[in-house]
């Protein structure tokens, strides 16, 4: 599976973006599809995840309430719309691809995204 992320910018604090993440090649064997993020000195940090056929949801805690994942089946692309931007949020987001159950673990994701910026100003 190759994933291409891609809506990242910049943005006031309060403000919105929606990324999204475009996956191509054996998608059927994706079972997971998930954001992660990993700000400058911090570990990755799971955002949300989605399944591709049931939709199940599953959100990081410092992002409930703002972020709202989803998919589009027949394109083949995962969104992740942001709300309520905060100078926190600030990171480069990562799609990844798992084929196993939802899950929040990085390890558990086979294939990655090269990422795109979001940079939150205040």
């Known amino acids: 599976v190759q994933l291409q992320a891609s809506g990242g910018g910049l943005v006031q604090a309060g403000g919105s973006l929606r990324l999204s993440c475009a996956a191509s090649?054996?998608?059927?064997?994706?079972?997971?599809m998930g954001w992660f993020r990993q700000a400058p000195g911090k570990e990755r940090e799971f955002v949300a995840a989605i399944t591709w056929t049931t939709g199940i949801l599953y959100y990081g805690d410092s992002v409930k309430g703002r972020f709202t994942i989803s998919r589009d089946n027949a394109k083949n692309t995962v969104y992740l719309q942001m709300n309520s931007l905060k100078p926190g949020d600030t990171a480069v987001y990562y799609c990844?691809?798992?084929?196993?159950?939802?899950?929040?673990?990085?390890?558990?994701?086979?294939?990655w995204g090269q990422g795109t910026q979001v940079t939150v100003s205040s």
């Open positions: 990844a691809a798992a084929g196993v159950v939802i899950t929040q673990t990085p390890d558990q994701y086979d294939n």
């Open positions: 090649g054996r998608t059927f064997s994706s079972y997971t």
